[in-house]
């Protein structure tokens, strides 16, 4: 006669098993989050109860249990750093849409179009649109800045102006001027396009910031000709992904969070 074995006692799934299921339900929602249409619409609170939810799921390393600071951000797991793949195509339609735009102006060499780690870069010729040693907007810039202006429409990056100089010493139109160094000169510059784009433009002035860097961000040798005419710029950067968010009081009238420069 056969033996018979008893049936186990434990009913229901095994407790690992829960705690694995649970731990892919959490995971897919996390990464239906991450792939919706929405995601760029994400805000710190949400990204706080996403982070909430998985806390305690994914196992300890260094840096402790959740995507914080440690050997996961070093990693680049960090959720505040993973792509959007939204906002890539959204930006990469800008580059395109800017290229496009521009294209006269590219191939006369009054105007680069370029992309880095900042963001959309569009680099201005300072010989064409202001005259040596002056802070003044020629009347052959405004088109062009106006044409610019036209891709602020409907975004809320911030938009950074950039004066540069090259390396040589104020001649004798700035000094007329009153600039002292390449600094006050390349200041001068960038407040101008600033001042252009709210004044005529009618761009948010919450957008916008202005900052001189004088002669010591070249791109090019300042050794040449050539290249301090090409030193000689200022850049409009459309930051990737800094965006302006007004303040839920109305009575603070302040972009939120802190600027761009974080």
Known sequence: MGKKFEKSKQKGAPPWMVSMGDMNNLLMCFFIVLMGEDVVKTQAEDIQLIMSAIKGN?????????????????????????????????????????????????????????????????????????DSGSSRLKPEAKPVLKKLSGLFTGITNFIRVEGHTDSRPIGTPGVREGFESNWDLSSARSISVVRYFIEDERVNPKQLSAVAFGQYRPIDDNNTPEGRA???????????????????????????????WR
């Open 230 to 260: 090409l030193n000689r710029r200022v850049d409009i950067v459309i930051l990737h992904d800094r965006m302006l968010q007004e303040g839920k009081d109305p009575r603070i009238s302040r972009p939120l969070p802190d600027e761009e």
């Open 58 to 130: 994914v196992g300890i390393m260094d840096g402790g249990k959740t995507f914080a600071r440690g050997k996961l951000a070093e990693m680049g797991h960090n959720l505040l750093s993973l792509p959007s793949t939204t906002r890539e195509r959204t930006f990469a339609k800008g580059v395109k849409r800017a290229q496009e735009l521009f294209r006269p102006e590219i191939r006369a060499k009054q105007v680069r179009v370029t992309e880095d780690e900042r963001g959309l870069v569009i680099s201005l010729s300072s010989d064409i649109y202001f």
